[in-house]
């Protein structure tokens, strides 16, 4: 296959990380007989410092242009303590969802056999846990209207949702389910947001359509408490923007390091592949950062992206074989000898 | 003391753990020579079914000219699978906050040593935890507009926050801090919305009035990750209403049982004091739900609501003679002994 794939490196540790995935994904397209064409473009607080602007125009129309869009992280400590700044490295990737319709985060959680006892959490809690939420990633309150009032005194943020944005996502959800354990969670707090009881109502006149998917619905605060108690006990979860955002970086404590999650954020024609982590600036140039989570948003690229499931096994597989083998950076080396991120890069690329 | 407390049993278990903490803190009284008036009042979804409303007037009179309230649990299954619901058991304690200017909701989070390897955290990780959240209480997304919109297709819910609200609130948690560890956490989501720049821009500016204390922020997902890692770097935490509700769940998870978490809503004259566990209608009737929850809240009213410690201490140190003893309700036994719901209450109240 030809495939041509925009590049965003972003800030902080994002170059580090992305110039692993690249190695990796360069390997893999070697063995597999196919031509990658990277194309980098600028995001973030970067393009903020280039061109003014975190996400331009002209990396809209890579993105737009390429069959898929790998993402490393943003975000920068200089702007997040100034609650006045008018220019956010966030807005970059809010504007890059919307513009590319990317309605739709896909975050699984699940465990590493080799890296279980590294959760704060006990072994029996966790193990066999193999979840996926399904967070809305255009809507809700993330784009919602905004801004201040009387002298800036009072602030507001609206949330909104239509049935449509949660007809998709849920429909993406109840598919999903489908292929995996037939078991669906819907997540909101309709015992309070006006919001989330549109997303009960609609979520419950689609069952009929799944007869064979098992339905609950469980408000987020209950979730937050679950999710960390039982996570095996639940198989897809579906919710919305923020609601999503916390309970994703929650529940990626349960594989015992945020360095190793993956995601792909799907709605149109190209999809984004990302690591869950951020920017992690205090890590940026040193070459100790967790390239794996990166790695592993490759290989989903391959799988989701471009219906490759061989070579994303294959990236899957060299994966494992560096965890059990104590290829690591210093994150899960627990005191034993650890590697540098391209080192690891080096050791994935050179073993597919 | 005279004291004259309003007691709202509300749904679910409510009644029965409530009628723990009213012999606990009658035994505590009578060692201690205060005369308590319980004064009984409808809420919840009793009170719906009892005169259509979930916090009837004559229950806020009664609240309002009372010295504290203490609070069962409020909420049935019945309503929240019904999106249509016209009235809710939720808004009663939505409308009771809000009339009785509770603003601020103090949940604390400790371990027991005697229950330690009860959580699902490892010992290790929650060890030595003693957090407290101050959750706002009586604004945000709660409180702000919410409705239909397009033939009931859209639904909206407005955040609104002041800068005098939030600093009622942020004034409470430094002066908590000044009294605890001097460090203070406030959680927002300061890169995405316009209502958390304003919590951040006014918590800053109060920063120079308390120059003892060390204060951070962090970002709620990058917190609801962090909690259940690092549980024991955390002092006092502040945050907004929909934040605090979903973290201090979360929380309650490190002392390994929901049973055991009290909170205390505070903000005018009159107090109150709830277990943070919901109604769960399915234990209810059946004498297994665990009281010590609420017994722990009636100990914050002795203390916070009268300002009287040594009883407050009394009900903690009975508490934990009972854990340590044993004598304790299903959840907890371990598939030991366990006792019935009243029967721990009648040792608790005998052994004060
Ligand atoms: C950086 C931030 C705007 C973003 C979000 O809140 O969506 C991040 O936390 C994420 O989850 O991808
Ligand atoms: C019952 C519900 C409305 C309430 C809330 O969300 O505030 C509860 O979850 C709580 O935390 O006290």
Redesign the interface.
Known sequence: MELKIALLAGDGIGPEVIEQAVKVSDAVAKKFNHKITWVPALTGAAAIDAVGDPYPDETHDICASSDAVLFGAI?HPR???D??AKV?P?QGL?KMRKKLGLFANVRPTFTFPSLIDKS???RE?IEGTDLVFLRELTGG??F?K???E?NG????????????EVRRLAKKGFEMAMTRGKKLCCVD???????S??W??TV?AMEKDYPEVEVS?EF???V??R???WPNSYDVLITEN??G??????A??ISGS?GLMPSASVGSKVSLFEPIH?SYPQAAGKNIANPLATVLSAAMMFETGFGLNDEGAAIREVVNKSLSEGIVTEDLADGEKSYGTSEVGDWLAQNI
Chains 1, 2 share one sequence.
């Open positions: 975000g702007f997040d303590n609650p006045s956010r966030e809010l704060p959490l006990k809690r309150i993330y919602g905004k801004g201040r009387q005194d009072v602030a507001y943020d609206h949330c909104v949702y239509s049935k449509d707090k309709a015992n309070v947001l006006e919001t009881r549109l009960r109502e419950q619905y987020v605060d209950a937050a408490m999710l960390v108690q923020l609601f955002d916390i309970l994703t970086d929650e990626s404590v945020m951020g």
